[in-house]
């Protein structure tokens, strides 16, 4: 899939250590689903304590982690384009996927910049796509000036103009790594012991829980 990225990957023998038994195929892919679910609903805890908008860097109507993600320069933009991983596409919470390769479970993404975010974070860096000298570059037609607009107090909206000179960018302070991928693996341990503990139970029964 164009634009896919493995966002974490975890190996299978410590999910069979739940079991204390070799994992069935229809269980693996369990996991698989398991940890879909899981990781979607700790990124959007991790977005909403940022107020960051779930919508990936490039999309219509994306704010603060799509500015702060997607607004890097126009060669880093093309490099990333040109190794399968443009932007756009669709929100965090939706961006998840997982296939099993080997002895190993990967969950994957499309969520432009995802990998860095879980990895290493963003460091501190100016922000020279906020400028009108760089506005100017990119539409010589251009007349207005460039006014960026950001998020307010209690949900208000600030309209600042951008800087003139690429020298003179604004400054970001960058973003702390995410973690929610630690606690999503974590929380689908935990919530697969349980399942586990049916899956014993119900062979006393009819039905399956991984069917």
Do not use: C
């Not at 908008?53 to 060669?75: E, M």
Request: hydrophobic content about 35%; cysteine-free.
């Amino acid at each position: 899939m164009k634009g896919l990225r493995v966002a974490r990957r975890t190996y299978l023998k410590p999910w069979s250590k739940i079991k204390r038994e070799p994992l069935t195929p229809r269980e693996v892919q369990a996991i698989g689903k398991l940890l879909v679910k899981v990781f979607a609903e700790e990124a959007r805890k991790d977005f909403a304590r940022r107020n960051w908008s779930l919508k990936a860097p490039g999309s219509h109507g994306g704010s603060s982690a799509s500015a702060q993600i997607g607004g890097v320069d126009a060669p880093k933009r093309v490099h990333h384009a040109q190794e399968g991983q443009p932007q756009g596409g669709p929100p965090i919470d939706k961006s998840f996927s997982f296939r099993v390769v080997g002895n190993q479970v990967e969950v994957t993404s499309t969520y432009y910049g995802l990998d860095e975010l879980l990895s290493k974070g963003v460091p501190r860096h100016p922000m020279p796509w906020l400028t009108q000298e760089m506005a100017r570059r990119h539409d010589p037609s251009r007349k207005g000036p460039l006014v960026v607009p950001m998020r307010g107090p209690f949900g208000t909206t600030l309209f600042r103009v951008a800087p003139e000179r690429i020298a003179d960018a604004w400054v970001h302070p960058g973003i702390r790594r995410l973690t929610f991928g630690d606690r999503a693996v974590r929380r689908a341990r935990q919530e697969m012991a349980e399942l586990l503990l049916e899956v014993a139970a119900s062979r006393l029964a009819k039905g399956d829980p991984f069917r």
